[in-house]
Structure formats: structure tokens, C-alpha cells
């Protein structure tokens, strides 16, 4: 058995995640006593409210602790991950599964790539939607023949007929008619604070760069595969430069589950709350096998399944 890690982004966060997590296991615990932020992201996390946990600069460093405290209390269940990925925010995660970053690092740099992130987009009047049933040269054509009213770049590829697009309203309004004109099912506009994964995140990019500049990055202990890649970073390639790309670049998901399934992954595990990424992984990966972790009764349950594929190879 193959294992791989994969870790949820932004859009999954939910008042109450790592609470059972924190109440079942010290490792969980220690987490949310530790982290030093300028705001209390335990609170945050267990209490809300919703609209100060559904703010980026909040989200991002609060679904990264939920993150390390699933791994955690999996590595010391003697589980950890031969490969790992991230949606977007949940790169960072993916990351410290790696140990690239430690736990303060990348708590630290997750909240500044919020505020970056919410500063970049303040005013700006951008959006994004999600398009359903199209493929991608068509959505891309849609997307080059509305740019006259401004930017819109496909920000995001889920997985097969699922992509997401963003950029200037106008523009994006332009593209989503015409997506539903060459033959989308449908396209759902997405309750987002602004277009993350296009060129207009330049700025917020320009700070993470300075930032990530000036923090410890280590070697991946485990293949990582990027979202502005699809695969390892590579020689001419460092992680830091990755991560900055990221903001301002599609996240090919699709792709990245892809290329773990080619490098022998046979059973993935989805962190974080929701099942979102379990979704895309069904309909990118129909034969590998996806377990979810988002509290501590569904981390026993993926646990003993763990147990009982491994019983099984």
C-alpha cells in the first residue's frame, strides 16, 4: 500500500473543526495551546464566529492547525504519508507533513498569506465561478475571448468537467455566458472575496516572495507534488519560488492526484473538514481508494481501514 496525504483548502472551514480532535488526543491538544499568532486561533477555530473565521487572514492559519493536529495524532498512530499534496492553502499543509516547514513557520507565513491575500484584493471588485461540464481548451478559448472587459484566467482544475475561473467581474460574467453557450452544464458563481490563483494576486505574491525569503525551508523528506506543477519541484526550481507562483497561477489539482496515482499511490487520505477533495478524487482516480480525516471519529475509523488494507497487500 502506497499512501498519500492530501490536504483541503480554503472554502472547507467550518466553526468547530479540531475541537474533537483537541478533546481526544494530546498531540491535537498541544497545537492549539502553542500556536503563537496575534489573534487567539483556538477561539477562532472551536468558537468563530463565522464571519471572522470565514475572513482569509484568519482561514488560512486555522485550517493549517487543524491540519497538523490530524497529523500529528496520525504519525503517532504510526501512520504518515509516502507522497503528499494540498489545494492551494493546503499546499502549506502539505508541506509540513514534508517537513519543510515546522509547525510555528507555517502557521506564521499561512496568516501573513492571508492578510496578503485579503489586502491584494480589498476594493478590487473580482470574483470567480466554478464551470461544470466543459473541457479545457473550450473553457480556455471562452476565457480568451472575453479578456477585452478584463482578466479571467482559469484559476482552478478539480478534476474532470470541474474547473473554476477568475478575474475581473465584468470579464468573468462575459466567459461564464459563453461557457454555458459551447455547451457547460452549469456555472455557479462562488462566494469568495476575491479572483485567488490569477495574475491580480501579483501584489499579495510579491509579499509572500519577501517573506518566504526570510523563514527556514527545508528539504522534503516525502515527494510533494505542486499545485503550479503537478509534480516534484525540480532542480532549477526552489520552493519558495513555487509558493509565490501559487498565488498568482492555476492550481492543477486534477493533475497532481494524477500524477500520485501514477507514482504507485493506491490510497489517499483527505485532511481537513469537508470531503471536497474526496469528490475530486473519485471522479480523477476512479481506482484509488479515499478515506477522509476531519475529526477524531472519522481519524479511528480511517485508521482501522488502514489497518485492514494494509492486512490486505
Do not use: W
Amino acid at each position: 500500500m502506497k499512501l498519500g496525504f492530501l490536504f483541503a483548502g480554503q472554502g472547507s472551514q467550518a466553526v468547530g473543526m479540531g475541537k474533537s480532535l483537541y478533546d481526544s488526543y494530546p498531540e491535537a491538544r498541544s497545537v492549539f495551546d502553542n500556536a503563537s499568532l496575534d489573534f487567539n486561533l483556538k477561539d477562532v477555530c472551536f468558537n468563530g464566529p463565522a464571519e471572522l473565521l470565514n475572513q482569509t487572514a484568519y482561514t488560512q492559519p486555522c485550517m493549517v492547525a487543524v491540519a497538523i493536529a490530524a497529523t500529528r495524532v496520525l504519525a503517532q498512530r504510526g501512520i504518515v504519508p509516502d507522497m503528499a499534496a494540498g489545494l492551494s492553502l493546503g499546499e502549506y499543509s502539505a508541506l509540513y507533513a514534508a517537513g519543510v516547514f515546522d509547525e510555528q513557520t507555517v502557521l506564521s507565513i499561512t496568516r501573513l498569506r492571508g492578510q496578503a491575500m485579503e489586502q491584494a484584493v480589498q476594493g478590487m471588485g473580482g470574483k470567480m465561478a466554478a464551470v461544470l461540464g466543459l473541457d479545457r481548451n473550450t473553457l480556455q478559448q471562452a476565457c480568451s475571448d472575453s479578456s477585452d472587459l478584463g482578466v479571467v484566467q482559469i484559476a482552478n482544475y478539480n478534476c474532470p468537467g470541474q474547473m473554476v475561473i477568475g478575474g475581473q467581474a465584468a470579464a468573468v460574467d462575459k466567459a461564464s455566458q459563453l461557457a454555458l453557450a459551447r455547451g457547460a452544464r452549469r456555472v455557479l458563481p462562488l462566494n469568495v472575496s476575491g479572483p485567488f490563483h490569477t495574475e491580480l494576486l501579483a501584489p499579495a505574491a510579491q509579499k509572500l516572495s519577501f517573506a518566504l525569503k526570510n523563514i527556514v525551508i527545508n528539504q522534503p523528506r516525502i515527494p510533494v507534488v505542486f499545485n503550479t506543477t503537478a509534480r516534484e519541484f525540480g532542480a532549477d526550481e526552489t520552493i519558495a519560488d513555487l509558493l509565490t507562483r501559487q498565488v498568482m497561477s492555476p492550481v492543477y489539482f486534477e493533475d497532481s492526484i494524477g500524477a500520485m496515482e501514477r507514482a504507485g499511490v493506491t490510497v489517499m487520505i483527505e485532511i481537513g473538514p469537508g470531503k471536497v477533495l474526496s469528490g475530486f478524487v473519485r471522479k480523477t482516480c476512479p481506482s484509488v481508494k479515499v478515506l477522509t480525516v476531519e475529526d477524531a471519529a472519522t481519524l479511528e475509523a480511517a485508521v482501522s481501514m488502514l489497518h485492514v488494507l494494509d492486512g490486505k497487500e
